[in-house]
């Protein structure tokens, strides 16, 4: 059994093999809080405040800001200031990708 599918060419150096090891490991460690997973899930229905996340995902806002703060730091998510609201999005495409995978495997009615 292949590691990778068939259409997929790994990197032959194995150094660049590592480095894009270390790039997937970040950004399946970010995906590995339930909290981290469930805001990049609601985001990829589009840009969204705190206050509306907070509403659709039943977090509170202190974990909602620090796990926002998280995303961010890791340039996940892009934040657009409008009046006294901040609004979040997907900004890193990979991530879009990954979200998209385990949606089909987890959360569409094919999975059930």
């Known amino acids: 059994m292949n590691a990778a599918p068939a259409h997929t060419h790994l990197p032959a150096d194995p150094a660049a093999l590592r480095q894009a ?5 970040g950004t399946l460690k970010l995906l590995a809080n339930e909290d981290r997973l469930l805001l990049l899930c609601q985001l990829t229905q589009g840009e ?10 039943d977090i509170r806002q202190p ?3 620090q796990q926002l703060g998280v995303l961010r730091s890791e340039g996940v998510v892009n934040t657009r200031r409008q009046g006294k609201n901040i609004y979040y999005s997907v900004a890193d495409p990979s991530v879009l990708e990954v979200l998209a995978v385990l949606y089909r495997l987890y959360c569409s009615e ?3």
Not at 48 to 57: I, P, Y
């Open 21 to 25: 090891a270390g790039r997937a490991v």
């Open 48 to 57: 969204m405040c705190v206050g509306e996340l907070e509403a659709h995902l």
């Open 63 to 65: 974990t909602l800001s």
């Open 110 to 112: 094919e999975s059930t």
